[in-house]
């Protein structure tokens, strides 16, 4: 079934790249495909207008793919081509850049970008005035990159294995290991790093023959695989956790062992620790641990991944309600880039006919749910308390499910 989905990808691309598909494809707005009712109507316009079938089918899922890349990659997306599983792993334009930069700060002139994708990062690296080999295996993948890097004369792009690649000339490598797998329903995640391709072992072996090497992760790398020599940065874009990058020999920060790096309206704010993972502090009492005060702290992903939940705590003067979960509370307010601020106005022992009570009484019709260290899913919670609810009931509220010890509550909050 790869198989296949591969080949129909090669196919639409192939049409796509005779002048007559080009042409088409480059003269219509993505908007005009940007929601699957959009695309109807955009297919059957262009087959009104004489195109035939297999080119509007391609014009039109070319163009929904570049509407959606538009989030990833701004206004390049409209001049770009994609597969739906390239674009699915392709990191983010504005993170390509910070990775570029970790290559230039370190002197690096030379880059192999094996398993380039569709060149997102490829892209970044040429347009730091960096010489970039991007290597893709897939050749339809490697044929869309070879489109995308075009406009930049210091990238090339080689349809090869990456893990069989001739390195020599080369002073840095960057990979962005496959982590999907895809057929005719779609893409799935894989999560075993050594089933990534490559796999985790060779990024380790490359980084062993000296060279500066930068690899992207997933966010939910386990910490017991990341390596011993290498500096693990997760960022986090606008609350959504993108990946785990390990840097390696030039590219790793001295006295930098794990950091979090949230990227958000406010800009750019990061917290690092030069130390291993300590899962066990705070239940060894190192981390501080009090009771549920007047403000409740939900702190960004990409802190809770890098386990760096204790360094936050020193910074906001706060402490953990349960030496298990990532909440934490202070008495007055703490304005920081790193967490969700939230009011506490009430605290309750989880019951769900108490809360029905409490959403009735209240007259409440729109209800925000958010949990940890408990076995609830939100949603089907939610219809459960809303179920009954009268036309009067417009107001809003927000629930903080979670437990202390073996107690578990509901914490009425208001975000600050």
């Avoid at 500066?212 to 990341?226: F, I, R």
């Avoid at 690092?272 to 992903?301: C, H, K, N, Q």
Wanted: hydrophobic share 45%; net charge negative.
């Amino acid at each position: 079934m790869a198989n296949q989905s591969s080949e129909a990808a090669a196919s639409q691309l192939a049409i796509l790249l005779t002048p007559q598909g080009w042409d088409l494809l480059n003269s219509v707005d993505p908007s005009a495909a940007g929601t699957k009712e959009a695309a109807l109507n955009l297919n059957l316009s262009l087959r009104k207008d004489g195109h035939p079938v297999e080119l509007v089918t391609a014009v039109v899922q070319q163009a929904q793919l570049r509407s959606k890349a538009r989030t990833k990659f701004g206004p390049f997306a409209d001049r770009m081509v994609f597969t739906p599983a390239g674009l699915e792993q392709a990191t983010r334009l504005k993170l390509a850049g910070l990775h570029a930069q970790r290559f230039t700060r370190a002197g690096i002139k030379k880059v192999a970008d094996l398993g380039c994708g569709i060149g997102a990062d490829s892209l970044a690296l040429a347009s730091a005035e960096l010489e970039v080999t991007a290597v893709e295996m897939d050749e339809t993948t490697a044929a869309a990159a070879t489109l995308n890097l075009m406009p930049w004369p210091t990238a090339t792009v080689v349809n090869a294995d990456a893990t069989t690649f001739d390195l020599t000339g080369f002073d840095g490598v960057w990979l962005d290991p496959a982590r999907r797998t895809t057929d005719t329903s779609g893409t799935s995640r894989i999560f075993d790093p050594e089933a990534f391709s490559p796999p985790l072992s060779f990024v380790e072996s490359l980084a062993d023959r000296g060279l500066a090497v930068g690899v992207k992760m997933g966010p939910g790398l386990p910490h017991d695989a990341v390596p011993a020599n290498c500096e693990v940065q997760w960022v986090s874009i606008n609350g959504d956790v993108t990946e785990a990058a390990l840097w390696f020999g030039p590219l790793a920060r001295p006295g930098i062992r794990r950091a979090a790096l949230i990227i958000a309206a406010h800009g750019a704010t990061e917290l690092t620790s030069p130390v291993d993972f300590d899962p066990d502090a705070a239940l060894r009492g190192d981390v501080p641990v009090g009771e549920i005060d007047s403000y409740i702290y939900e702190p960004d992903g990409a802190v809770i991944r890098a386990g760096l939940i204790d360094e936050l705590l020193k910074t906001s003067g706060g402490h953990l309600i349960d030496p298990r979960i990532a909440y934490f509370s202070t008495a007055e307010p703490v304005e920081t880039p790193l967490a969700k601020a939230y009011k506490v106005l009430a605290v309750r022992p989880y019951h769900v006919k108490n809360l029905r009570a409490w959403v009735k009484a209240e007259k409440i019709g729109v209800l925000d749910i958010k949990k940890r260290g408990m076995d609830v899913t939100p949603e089907e919670l939610r219809k459960i308390l809303l179920a009954g609810t009268g036309r009067d009931a417009k107001n809003k509220a927000t629930l903080i499910l979670t437990r202390v010890g073996d107690q578990r509550y509901a914490i009425e909050v208001e975000p600050v």
